[in-house]
């Protein structure tokens, strides 16, 4: 069993509240997570220091491989002349050099692509057709038991609600090219909100039974959360198995001073439960209490 801590948008400057933080780390110290991912925007404003800040932060999580990928904030917006040339100089030296990684633990591969693009598409973001590629190279030859989750800052999927929140550009050319390499879940963050669904959900693409598993984190330590998490903090922490991807959102609470689970999701890899024996007795153990006799 894999366990994955999911946050994102820490949001390190004026907007980050300290009391958040702190539970953020007392709940990772807790779960003993395989891995954590976090999603971007570790600053507000791609300061020197924001980063210096994220950089202390993250040093204290549990020593479990981390992975990361910048987010829109964290390449300058007002400073013109830096964010054109040189964008992610204090993010390389402060969070981590490369910008695409691979990262491997035992039973998946993961791999992280950096989705801003701070030349054209500054707030949305892009993915390239290169790095679709880096992709493919690095689940090339994998067992068909391992699973392939990448990790990105902007969104694949609209919104859950009305409060804009426009997906990636080419978000679909993205999906057709992800759900060919049978990626079996894509993480983010950006909408300072949480979603958590399946892929043909919101885009049924040119193969229409093998869906991807799509979980966004909302913003876990600052004030910029928005819609139903407005000014709230959520993360979310992933179980993985050769068969199911299931996923508990937490959101904090001021009253409890602590994050509280308020959802639980469940999919099958790719889409499809199993359809042998074997496989269709152990969805039926997930699901026992749907067949069971109603109380009277």
Do not use: C
Not at 155 to 172: R, S, T
């Amino acid at each position: 069993m894999i366990t994955l801590l999911h946050v994102s948008d820490l949001h390190f400057g004026p907007p980050f509240v300290e009391r958040v933080g702190e539970a953020v780390q007392k709940f990772a110290a807790a779960l003993r997570p395989t891995a954590i991912i976090a999603s971007g925007d570790f600053t507000q404003r791609a300061k020197e220091e924001q980063f210096a800040a994220a950089r202390a932060y993250l040093d204290r999580f549990p020593e479990v491989p981390t992975v990361v990928t910048p987010g829109n904030h964290d390449v300058p917006l007002y400073r013109v002349a830096e964010r054109l040339l040189e964008p992610y100089r204090h993010y390389r030296e402060h969070i981590q050099q490369e910008l695409d990684t691979v990262t491997r633990i035992p039973g998946a591969t993961i791999v992280a692509i950096n989705s801003t693009d701070p030349h054209r598409q500054i707030t949305n973001g892009r993915i390239r057709r290169w790095q679709i590629e880096f992709v493919r190279k690095a689940f090339e030859g994998l067992p068909d038991d391992e699973l392939r989750i990448v990790v990105t800052h902007h969104n694949l999927a609209p919104a859950p609600d009305f409060e804009g929140g426009e997906v990636i550009q080419k978000a679909q050319r993205t999906l057709d090219a992800f759900t060919a390499l049978k990626v079996d879940l894509v993480m983010g963050g950006h909408l300072h909100r949480a979603y958590i669904g399946n892929s043909l959900d919101v885009y049924a693409g040119e193969d229409r039974e093998h869906g991807i598993a799509l979980v966004q984190s909302g913003t876990s330590t600052s004030r910029r959360g928005r819609a139903r998490e407005r000014e709230k903090n959520s993360l979310n922490v992933l179980r993985l198995d050769g068969t199911t991807i299931r996923v508990t959102h937490y959101m904090y609470f001021d009253d409890a001073g602590d994050f509280v689970p308020t959802s639980r999701h469940l999919f099958f890899r790719r889409g499809r439960p199993p359809l042998d024996a074997s496989g269709r007795a152990q969805v039926e153990a997930l699901f026992q209490d749907d067949r069971a006799e109603p109380r009277a």
